[in-house]
């Protein structure tokens, strides 16, 4: 079956460390992003990537990085410079949009959620 | 700026009885409008979408939505209410490639 895949599911990070969420999915789809999401807050866009090799920040990207090598891949990285790291992390897809207003449906993974050690 | 706001943070609803989350929009221009749910630890699902056309909207899990453009709503329906429809549900508007999402409305079915 085809979907989104993000690993791990649980991750603790300690003061200082850097830390990688994984997510591959094998839709075929060309977008990818990645959200923030807080109790009662709903989804904030972090990263978001339109095609390989390109990437834009979102509206909350301070202190995350991406990276886009591969269409399969889109891992973030939650670096030290994020002070309240703490949160549910989603992973998302979608074919191309016709013109500059998203007009296909996202596909989410099962989520990361990160805590503090 | 392109927005959405859903004004209930939960609705309660007897199992059988017809159910409404509201949503309503603030966009420049035609709205691209789309309802995801959300179950426990769990990612979200798309359940519909309106691009253009009619205005009722049909979708998964027997989820309608009507969209009225009048008074910016796109609110969620579904006749008879299920106990496992409890869950949160999240209206979102598209805007620059990307989605802005609501900050989401938590359904509870009682048997």
């Known amino acids: 079956d085809g979907g989104i895949t993000q690993s791990p599911k649980y991750l603790f990070r300690k003061e200082g460390q850097n830390v990688t969420l994984s997510c591959e999915q094998n839709l075929n789809h060309d977008a990818m992003y990645w959200y923030r999401q807080d109790p009662g807050q709903g989804l904030r866009l972090i990263y978001y990537?339109?095609?390989?090799?390109?990437?834009q920040k979102g509206d909350i990207a301070e202190g995350y990085s991406v990276s886009r090598e591969k269409k399969e891949s889109f891992p973030l990285t939650v670096t030290s410079a994020q002070k309240n790291p703490t949160a549910f992390y989603l992973c998302?897809?979608?074919?191309?949009?016709?013109?500059?207003?998203?007009?296909?449906?996202?596909?989410f993974g099962d989520g990361t959620r990160l805590s503090i050690l | 700026a392109q927005s959405v706001a859903q004004p209930e943070d939960q609705v309660n609803v007897a199992e059988g009885n017809p159910l409404t989350v509201k949503c309503t929009y603030s966009?420049?221009?035609?709205?691209?409008l789309f309802w995801y749910v959300q179950y426990p630890n769990r990612g979200l699902q798309f359940l519909l979408k309106?691009?253009?056309?009619?205005?009722l909207v049909k979708g998964s899990y027997g989820f309608e939505a009507e969209f009225n453009k009048s008074q910016t709503s796109f609110h969620l329906k579904k006749p008879s209410a299920l106990v496992s429809d409890s869950a949160l549900y999240f209206c979102a508007v598209g805007s620059s490639y990307k989605l802005i999402f609501g900050s989401g409305t938590r359904l509870l079915v009682r048997p």
């Open positions: 990537s339109q095609i390989v090799n390109d990437f």
């Open positions: 998302a897809s979608s074919t191309p949009s016709t013109g500059s207003r998203p007009n296909q449906p996202q596909h």
């Open positions: 309106y691009i253009t056309g009619d205005n």
């Open positions: 966009v420049s221009g035609n709205p691209y």
